[in-house]
DNA sequence: CAATTTTTGGCAACAGCTTGCCACCTTCTC
DNA sequence: GAGAAGGTGGCAAGCTGTTGCCAAAAATTG
């Protein structure tokens, strides 16, 4: 906007060769308003607490001077970063990409910026990152390798939110209903038996998928089996589809839509048909899973939302309103999308 | 590990009901070891300057209050922050992703960490964050929309490194060289035609591709085209694939895979039959581009070592080591990788 | 018009850490 | 044994804002 450095004017040392020009810091602003820097503090903060004119004289020459106060030295003195620290198992993976999405988008909105760290599916890296971060008014812990003990120890000390798991608060993507709808989905397509292919041990998620499709399964009188643990990386998918094809079953219903898409590959290179030999529901509705092939029935969350409702939750912690209440879980719905990996089932049954 | 505080002795009011516990400062340290807190400073920044019985006597009391030194305060006083800023100019795009996920990396083992910025493809969310954010010690600016002149004032009074994008210091994609072996498969394939598909107008990367794309065709008797400019998108792929049905070219070369893909979604949505009718080479690799339908030939960049390497040059221009001069400019190598995108022209040439 | 209340803005003490400078204490040297 | 040299550690002044408290100024009231 204004080029007024390029002046006749040309007081102090402009462009020092390489270095940094030294930031207007709030007593030059104070100096050319001719107030106190107090004064200055209030006049950006708290407006009402000085007067009209005073106050825009203050403002004029703080974009004179293209001044930005020092988040280091106001998180100083008010002991608050205006971060917040993300913490997700691996980056790699497309299903936190759509969580760090949704947070940053909120996180932005809100004026906090967003720290990003990879716990590298490791409870140590993740515990560490807690205690160390001082740079952070609280943390978004998406998808906790952490023992619920751990969590609720941490969370006595520090302002979190997580994110599929059952702790508070937390916002929890409500996959067991949609493992309902898939379950119903492949009984009419006539499968009776369907295996569960499972995700890391120490997932949360992955647990309660099992628990919900034992039981629903036996309700409607289908078989069900499970394998794994696997790693939730389509490279993992291999394993996962020649350990499946050994079960006998006619579906699966994977942990993630990564391991599903790996064990497409798998299945296709060994001449395995899906759907036509066997069918594949995956869960997530990641980017891909809609291109893959055959594209993939999977188990569609809002995941961004679920990133986005997870700051909020955050932020109303770190900034209680003395009327309302603090909610302490969300509840993501999920619905089944059916794509081109479910079909009829292979009337082998009476072969 | 040590749970002290459950001790008899509970000295100060523990566990305060829903708020955090103060944390422990230099002069806690101090005070235990029985030092001043300049002491204690320097035996943990500076350990050579203090007796070696101190320093141990030092640690010792920091482990045992659990002490973490403030970043916010050691960064008002020395200046920095410890933080780098990673600008993007879209985080759904898988690209950046892999970009990302390279300088988290390499930043987390200097003791740095990442904050993620996206700049929604806008020049002037660019240009405020670059100035607003007084919190980071440098930027990687991956994909830069802002103009050259632009780029080189800011470069002025910030420490920065960009990514494919044609300023210093840089760390550029080969993606030229890589293009004249895509041309040369199309080639051998028969293809006459090629069209180019471009991405977002103010691309740099986009514009290289075409210019490099237009000579060497040329040279080899090859007919060009371009279209666009597109968003880098899948849903503007169907757009794109349209247009490039009309140029009456047996081949495209598309700016990046997700147009690709996008591209290849609408394709076989109108029949077309790829590779057969037409072939299509994206770039970039990204994830999905090996498991979409058919897979798709494209050009392979190390992307997630582009961001390491960025974050490496950035830092070295941050902490300049005495002797090493700053290398300027990383020029990443990048290969055609081949899968089933791309075959024989259709011979219809004499129909 | 004096007394009281409300505004307004300044002083100075923090917040937690770094660092230049100086003083003290050992060692060492002649 | 006195003086020099070097190693340690403390003092205090920063770094940049915020905020409680108070005084001066302005507005209000009787």
């Known amino acids: 906007m204004d080029t007024t450095t390029s002046g006749p004017g040309d007081e102090g040392p402009a462009d020092t060769p390489g270095g940094v020009e030294k930031m207007p810091t709030i007593r030059d602003v104070a100096k050319l308003a001719g107030v106190a820097t107090s004064t200055v503090s209030r006049a950006l903060s708290n407006p009402a607490r000085v007067n009209r004119y005073t106050r825009e004289r203050i403002v004029e020459a703080a974009a004179q001077l293209n001044y930005v106060p020092s988040s280091q030295a106001q998180g100083l003195s008010n002991g608050r970063t205006n971060a917040v620290a993300v913490l997700v198992p691996d980056i790699t993976n497309p299903f936190y990409f759509d969580i760090i999405r949704g947070a940053q988008h909120q996180l932005k909105a809100a004026g906090y910026t967003q720290v990003l760290v990879d716990t590298e599916e490791s409870s140590e890296m993740e515990l560490e990152a807690l205690h160390r971060m001082r740079s952070a008014d609280g943390f978004i812990l998406a998808a906790s390798r952490l023992t619920d003990a751990q969590l609720a120890e941490v969370s006595k000390t520090q302002p979190l939110v997580t994110i599929n798991r059952a702790s508070t608060p937390s916002v929890v993507i409500d996959t067991p209903s949609a493992i309902v709808q898939a379950l119903e989905h492949l009984a009419s397509l006539g499968h009776r038996r369907v295996c569960y292919v499972s995700g890391p041990a120490t997932s949360w998620s992955s647990q309660k998928r099992w628990e919900v499709l034992d039981e629903e399964s036996s309700l409607r009188g289908m078989e069900t089996c499970r394998i794994g643990p696997y790693a939730p990386k ?90 309302a209440t603090i909610r302490q879980r969300a509840v993501m719905p999920t619905h089944l999308t059916i794509r081109a990996s479910t079909g009829p089932a292979p009337d082998n049954v009476h072969g």
Chains 1, 2 share one sequence.
């Open 234 to 323: 389509t490279t993992s998918g291999a394993a996962a589809a020649d350990a499946a094809t050994r079960t006998g079953a006619t579906a699966c219903i994977v942990f993630n839509d990564l391991l599903a898409i790996g064990m497409l590959q798998r299945l296709r290179e060994r001449g395995i048909r899906v759907p036509e030999d066997v069918s594949i529901v995956g869960c997530d509705d990641i980017f891909g899973a809609d291109f893959c092939n055959p594209p993939l029935t999977t188990i569609a969350s809002p995941i961004e939302q679920a990133g986005r409702v997870a700051v909020t939750m955050l932020l109303s912690q770190l900034n209680p309103v003395p009327g």
